[in-house]
């Protein structure tokens, strides 16, 4: 909870699920500091650091023995595991589950990426396993897309009924574009008349971070006013900070440590376009990325990639630049359009707020969620 920074998808879609009458717990982790919530979700914070593939196997552990004790005395209807280790506490409580009458559902947000090591066909074979298990034993599934969804039905042979859907969502209240105005943080950020790419979240290589970096000294001699800003950290972070200093454009590319999630807005507002730069691999093609709803919410145009999981959200809304991919030529000719138009950005960017406010805020994202758990209640009935 205090070391991914993909806790913001679980915390908010709970949050939502108690606005909705649900009395929610979650069971989790922290490596060094104890979380705290303020959206009445109840939140069991195990302190076990971080090391990959040995922490899930202790928490494992820990679902083990802690598991019967929690569902005798809190008797929940529904009860949802992710992919890993963990899911086999669950299968071995499934009679005690089934006794009390509780759903068990496993949820899903991304498929494995890098299988070629043994972290990569380790990882690979716990998620297969953890399917299987699902598919023989739980009463449903949940997964990020309608894309990831027809993925799995047709690999694993799961009847589609089997597996609902909640994709990524976005705070409409919190990235409102009409609270912020930009103007104080590009001041504060020395970045007055400077035409500002921005992107955040996680610095790891195959996001087509260092293509964009690359799109950057190509345009370098053409245009003296770019700037790329990234916001965030990762396994990236050196190899990045060493080709702006080989390519020489330590003045053209800033990268910013993280900030609080909800600081967040105020840096996408003072962007004039945001940057989704995801390359065509199988990791990426049928997800849901959250910093592209979130630009959209915001009402800035963002330049993504022409693959399934930008083309499901953006569609020919207007409010994206496509790209066929993360070749930097690619990006490097969408920052000149965009730059070329920037007096329309803001029309088109105004596309991408209605998007976000008709299928993908988090109230709508929940209901969604609810309306799939419920149906598993009625399906038993």
Known sequence: MDVLLSRITRTEILQHLTERGYDVYLFALHSKKRCHLDSGVHLISV?????PMVTASFFALVVIVFLPFFVLAKRP????????????GFMLWKPLLCSLKSKVVLDIRSTPTKVDNFRGYLNAAIFNMSVIVAKKTFDGATIITA???????DKFRINPEFIGVWTSGVSTALFKPEKYSGIEMRRKLGLTNKFVIFYHGDLTVHRGIIESIKSIEILKSKCNDLVLFLLGSGPALHV????????????KVIIHNPVDYVEVPKYISMCDVGIVPLPNLPVWRHQSPLKLLEYLAMEKVVIV??????????????CGIYIASANPKEIARAIIHARNNRERLKEWGSYGRAITNEK???EKVAEDLDDYLLGLYEDSS
Request: include cysteine; proline fraction near 9%.
């Open 77 to 88: 209807h529904f009860v949802i595991v992710e992919p890993g280790p963990p899911i086999f």
């Open 47 to 51: 302190p076990l650091r971080y090391f």
């Open 305 to 318: 990639t022409d693959i399934p999981a930008n083309r499901e959200i953006v569609g020919n809304s207007g």
């Open 147 to 153: 894309l990831m969804k027809r993925e799995l039905c």
């Open 240 to 251: 990045l900070v060493e080709t702006v200093r080989k390519k020489g454009i330590q003045d």
């Open 360 to 362: 993908y805020s988090w």
